[in-house]
């Protein structure tokens, strides 16, 4: 079974950033998806299996980058010049290539203050 849980989640101010980290697995495809109070669960970032290919939500690009080492088995999704708007739960997820995300990790929080 695929078992994801992220890491690195915290309060930081406003400009300052953050470095999330969640399990991997070679087999998969890996997202980064967040949640605000009120809102619907949103896409952030994806990378494929390789590592090769990234795709961004256009609220981040630019400012997160999304990177994956397969020797280790981890996902990570750095987070530059945070806004107060980034305030999520933010959750790693899984999915078989041409599936949906499957596999979802527990949430962790991010805190941006103004």
């Known amino acids: 079974q695929v078992q994801l849980v992220e890491s690195g989640g915290g309060l930081v101010q406003a400009g300052g950033s953050l470095r999330l980290s969640c399990s991997a697995s070679?087999?998969?495809?890996m997202g980064w998806f967040r949640q605000a109070p009120g809102k619907e669960r949103e896409f952030v970032a994806a990378?494929?299996?390789?590592?090769?290919?990234?795709r961004y939500a256009d609220s981040v690009k630019g400012r997160f980058t999304i990177s994956r080492d397969n020797a280790k088995n981890t996902v990570s999704l750095q987070m530059n010049s945070l806004k107060p708007e980034d305030t999520a739960v933010y959750y790693c997820a899984a999915r078989v290539y041409g599936s949906n995300y499957n596999y979802w990790g527990q949430g962790t929080q991010v805190t941006v203050s103004s």
């Open positions: 990378i494929n299996w390789s590592g090769g290919i990234t």
């Open positions: 070679r087999r998969y495809d």
